[in-house]
T-cell receptor, first 113, second 115 residues
Framework: AQSVTQLDSQVPVFEEAPVELRCNYSSSVSVYLFWYVQYPNQGLQLLLKYLSGSTLVKGINGFEAEFNKSQTSFHLRKPSVHISDTAEYFCAVTSGGYNKLIFGAGTRLAVHP | AAGVIQSPRHLIKEKRETATLKCYPIPRHDTVYWYQQGPGQDPQFLISFYEKMQSDKGSIPDRFSAQQFSDYHSELNMSSLELGDSALYFC??????????????FGPGTRLLVL
């Protein structure tokens, strides 16, 4: 069975500061990893994904994530956050094919001026 | 680019009533997924369809049913609604890609409130 753990439920940070949102997964098979962002009262928007190849993936809005197989992690980072980055961030895993996404509990990023 | 369309966006029902949620996938996407997100919770997988056949089933109550039609749109039918069914219901679509890789794209969701 697959599972996702987001280690921080809330992350407060000041504007223009760097941020890292942590995600660990467990799976007995190869996985594909995703980060989705959910702004207040909105749907889920894909930020970035790791399917194969380079372990450092870049996404939209200046976010990037690094897949670390040995540590089973897929942490999301941004060097300088903006107020508009305030949202809920979900890490998700699937084993591909037509398999469902398994989501972590989410991390609420609160950017303060 | 075209996105996943869900209707209605908001729905208010009474207990024991029925509700039908609709999902229109991205053009040429052949797979549809339904997820339920309770207040303050992460999305939970309900059910999925590939080429109009059910491909996987999650924690979907027996009171719920779903299907995918010939034009690939999908409907989630919910009967005997309970207060606990109040949630945001997402539909996602994907296309069977190279090397079994796929990315699910989500619609804006339908917010269901059961009174």
């Amino acid at each position: 069975a697959q599972s996702v753990t987001q280690l921080d439920s809330q992350v407060p940070v000041f504007e223009e500061a760097p941020v890292e949102l942590r995600c660990n997964y467990s799976s007995s098979v190869s996985v594909y990893l995703f980060w989705y962002v959910q702004y207040p009262n909105q749907g889920l928007q894909l930020l970035l994904k790791y399917l194969s190849g380079s372990t450092l993936v870049k996404g939209i809005n200046g976010f990037e994530a690094e897949f670390n197989k040995s540590q089973t992690s897929f942490h999301l980072r941004k060097p300088s956050v903006h107020i508009s980055d305030t949202a809920e961030y979900f890490c998700a895993v699937t084993s591909g094919g037509y398999n469902k996404l398994i989501f972590g509990a989410g991390t609420r990023l609160a950017v303060h001026p | 680019a075209a996105g996943v369309i869900q209707s209605p966006r908001h729905l208010i029902k009474e207990k024991r009533e029925t509700a039908t949620l609709k999902c229109y996938p991205i053009p040429r996407h052949d797979t549809v997924y339904w997820y339920q997100q309770g207040p303050g919770q992460d999305p939970q997988f309900l059910i999925s369809f590939y080429e109009k056949m059910q491909s996987d089933k999650g924690s979907i109550p027996d009171r719920f049913s779903a299907q995918q039609f010939s034009d690939y749109h999908s409907e989630l039918n919910m009967s005997s609604l309970e207060l606990g069914d109040s949630a945001l219901y997402f539909c996602a679509s994907s296309s069977y890609g190279r090397d079994y890789q796929e990315t699910q794209y989500f619609g804006p969701g339908t917010r269901l409130l059961v009174l």
